[in-house]
């Protein structure tokens, strides 16, 4: 068996999420009945992890096995595009990988990117791909709220509460706050992260940025280890997978 890795883009609109569900159109569905369809054997997608409903990906990492060598992966790009980009999902690369390679277990970092439009008035261009905030929120104290969540931690207060891990201990390498015009971005990136971790962290950053906590009370929040005095879960459709490093 010879194994591929694919990077893929997709528009996560309207879609059940990356995993296959018994009901709903999952991304994961759509990119075995097409790879199947297009090498002509059945093909099973292996993911770097799951994406919920309405979450998009910029660069998404997952892996197959095939019985034989793909001689030419340019042309096979074009035809799955072909089928793909009408379903708002592409297909980046394919590279070929050892048969050691794990799109999930070989990981050593992720990065998602959230985007919230702080505006007045919202973006119909954007709507499904960033969330509206017409209250004003101040970056510094979302800046400040994101040191906290540096380093390890015990993550309960932020995990869903059917996430599967073994453990809500996580460790956050890095968190990127940056404004431009009325654009805020958060950038996270850790080796994994919780099921909801990172929607129920930008909800707790959007409570402070509008004053509604203080920094004193979002330390409070993130040491509870409590889901119940998380705030509101941010919305899927502003949450991007933005890369996975191996």
Wanted: proline share 2%; hydrophobic share 35%.
């Amino acid at each position: 068996m010879y194994r591929y890795q694919i990077l893929i883009e997709y528009d996560g609109t309207s879609r059940i999420g990356w995993q296959i569900q018994k009901k709903g159109e999952s991304i994961q569905k759509i990119l075995q009945k097409t790879f199947s369809k297009v090498l002509k054997e059945k093909i099973k997608i292996y993911g770097s992890g799951r994406t919920d409903k309405n979450v998009h990906s910029i660069e998404q990492s997952a892996h197959f096995d095939i019985s034989s060598k793909i001689q030419n992966i340019n042309p096979v790009i074009k035809t799955l595009n072909y089928f793909l980009n009408k379903k708002n999902i592409s297909i980046l690369n394919i590279k070929k990988k050892n048969n050691q390679f794990h799109a999930r277990h070989s990981a050593k970092k992720r990065s998602y990117i959230y985007l919230i439009r702080n505006n007045i008035s919202r973006s119909v261009l954007n709507r499904n791909r960033e969330w509206h905030i017409i209250n004003k929120i101040n970056i510094n104290l979302i800046k400040k709220g994101a040191l906290k969540l540096l380093g390890t931690h015990d993550f309960s207060t932020f995990r869903a509460s059917n996430c599967n891990s073994s453990s809500p201990i996580k460790t956050i390498y890095k968190i990127n706050i940056s404004k431009k015009n009325n654009l805020i971005k958060m950038r996270f990136v850790s080796k994994s992260f919780l099921k909801s971790q990172v929607r129920s962290m930008v909800g707790c950053l959007k409570y402070l940025g509008e004053k509604k906590w203080t920094l004193h009370k979002f330390e409070q929040v993130l040491k509870s280890r409590n889901r119940k005095y998380c705030a509101p879960l941010a919305p899927p459709h502003g949450l991007y997978l933005e890369k996975v490093t191996y």
